[in-house]
């Protein structure tokens, strides 16, 4: 049996928007987002696509905010004790669903029916949230490897930006051409993934410059470059200083 506590769907927010609850709900959440969103997912903070699903179960941390100038969603709150809702294979992390619209008109149903107060109500609400998590689990099975796999890339590449990343190298990680790889990578993250790379060197250097002694030929290194005057001219670009003169005073 399920009970819908709150439901809401098409709701709005502005790109300021964070929902942080470290100890969860004492209820299921379901989200279904119609725009990317920033999900905190094994202490990481990675921003998945539109038209995502997260089943967050009770008491779990629920951390997600806006990553663009306008965040949009549908949710329930519920309880339940079906085993459909406990054994869903995929809790706590965004997936992306099939057909993420045909989901959106079954919780526009269920809100309908939520607001509803004859005896049929209740029957349907039951019938219409089981349809829901049948077509939650029908997944594009080789779309949601990939979508894992470019996170395991990313997180890779925050990690280690000293290696020698290139476009070629990263595609055969995935076993993926390059061209499909800047084409699924620039879609999922919002960023081009050698621009991800360089904004995560540059990122990294500006940390050592103000957090250590070492001096900017040894950050260039560490930080995955070889030539110098490359180095410079990159960390000009994106921070309008260079690295001595960020590391006395660095802009804001």
């Known amino acids: 049996m399920n009970q819908i506590r709150y439901i809401g769907y098409d709701i709005k927010h502005d790109a300021d928007f964070v929902f942080d609850l470290p100890n969860g709900h004492d209820c299921w959440l379901l989200l279904l987002t119609h725009t990317p969103a920033h999900f905190l997912v094994d202490g990481e903070l990675t ?52 057909d993420p619209e045909y989901c959106h008109q ?70 993926i051409s390059p061209s499909y790889l800047q084409a699924i990578y620039k879609e999922r993250f919002g960023i081009s993934c050698m621009n991800d790379v360089i904004n995560r060197r540059i990122n990294y250097a500006q940390d050592q410059l103000l957090n250590s002694n070492l001096s900017v030929n040894e950050i260039a290194y560490r930080a995955g470059y070889q030539n110098i005057e490359h180095f410079h001219r990159q960390f000009k670009k994106i921070t309008n200083q260079t690295p001595l003169d960020y590391r006395v005073t660095p802009l804001s």
């Open 106 to 175: 079954i919780i526009k149903l269920l809100a309908w029916e939520h607001a509803e107060t004859n005896g049929q109500s209740n029957e349907i609400i039951q019938h219409l949230l089981s349809v829901l998590f049948k077509k939650l689990l029908v997944q594009d099975t080789e779309n949601l490897a990939i979508q894992h796999q470019l996170v395991q890339l990313r997180k890779e590449i925050y990690n280690s930006p000293e290696k020698e990343w290139s476009v070629k190298r990263m595609a055969e990680k995935l076993h």
């Open 47 to 98: 921003e998945y696509p539109a038209y995502s699903a997260v089943l967050f179960p009770p008491n779990q941390q629920i951390y997600y905010s806006a990553s663009r100038s306008i965040y949009e969603n549908d949710w329930i709150r519920f309880d339940s004790d079906a085993n459909a809702v406990h054994t869903f294979p995929i809790q706590g992390e965004p997936f992306s669903p099939q």
